[in-house]
Structure formats: structure tokens, C-alpha cells
Nanobody
Framework: QVQLVESGGGLAQAGGSLRLSCAAS????????MGWFRQAPVKAREFVSA????????YYADSVKERFTISRDNAKNTVYLQMNSLKPEDTAVYYCAASRQGIGVQVPQSYAYWGQGTQVTVPS
């Protein structure tokens, strides 16, 4: 089992940057695919990005490609989401999630463990 705690959310101006972190408990962090999802008010949770066990493979939603970068440090049990060129439509609660599977990384149901979320707000 793994517990996830996100941090780094907050208020950012349009065009600005934020870096989210997700710290995981446990000794098996490197055996999990890690993903970031987000959920805006009255919208479904949507995939943002995912990274493979070693970090060799990364995946992005089209809406964040070229602006967001996912990375992980297995020695620190932490996954990061660097968000640049932020837009008002990026406003949402951002969740990190862990999955033992390497398939269906864009689907929330593939992830067994979730953090509590961190709010990102980009005013228009």
C-alpha cells in the first residue's frame, strides 16, 4: 500500500509557473506508475500526465503537452509536475495517483491509490 501527499499548489498568474510535488510513503515507490489528474468544478476528473516506473516513459494530455513536465525521483519517493505557461483553464484540484499497472495510464480506474489533491488557481 502507498500513501500520497501532494503539495505545491496555489495561485499563479496566467503565463506563470508552479511545481507540484507528490510524496509517497512506503518502500516500493519505484514499482508504481505515477499519474497526475485534475478536476475542475462540475467537471469529470481528467488525465494530465503519467510516468513509468523508471521515468523512461512519459505521457501527457494534449492540453498540457509542451507546457507541463512530469518527472520522478525514486530515491526521494517523489513525483513532480512542472507546470509552465499556465492558463486559466488549468484551474483545478490536482491529484497524484499510483498504479502497479503499466497500461491504461490515462484512465483513473487504473490507479489504486490517490492523494488528497492540491488546488491550482490561475485567474483570468
Amino acid at each position: 500500500q502507498v500513501q500520497l501527499v501532494e503539495s505545491g499548489g496555489g495561485l499563479a498568474q496566467a503565463g506563470g509557473s508552479l511545481r507540484l510535488s507528490c510524496a509517497a510513503s512506503g518502500r516500493t515507490f519505484s514499482s508504481y506508475y505515477m499519474g497526475w489528474f485534475r478536476q475542475a468544478p462540475v467537471k469529470a476528473r481528467e488525465f494530465v500526465s503519467a510516468i513509468s516506473w523508471t521515468g523512461r516513459s512519459t505521457y501527457y494530455a494534449d492540453s498540457v503537452k509542451e507546457r507541463f513536465t512530469i518527472s520522478r525521483d525514486n530515491a526521494k519517493n517523489t513525483v513532480y509536475l512542472q507546470m509552465n505557461s499556465l492558463k486559466p483553464e488549468d484551474t483545478a484540484v490536482y491529484y497524484c495517483a499510483a498504479s502497479r499497472q503499466g497500461i491504461g495510464v490515462q484512465v483513473p480506474q487504473s490507479y489504486a491509490y490517490w492523494g488528497q489533491g492540491t488546488q491550482v488557481t490561475v485567474p483570468s
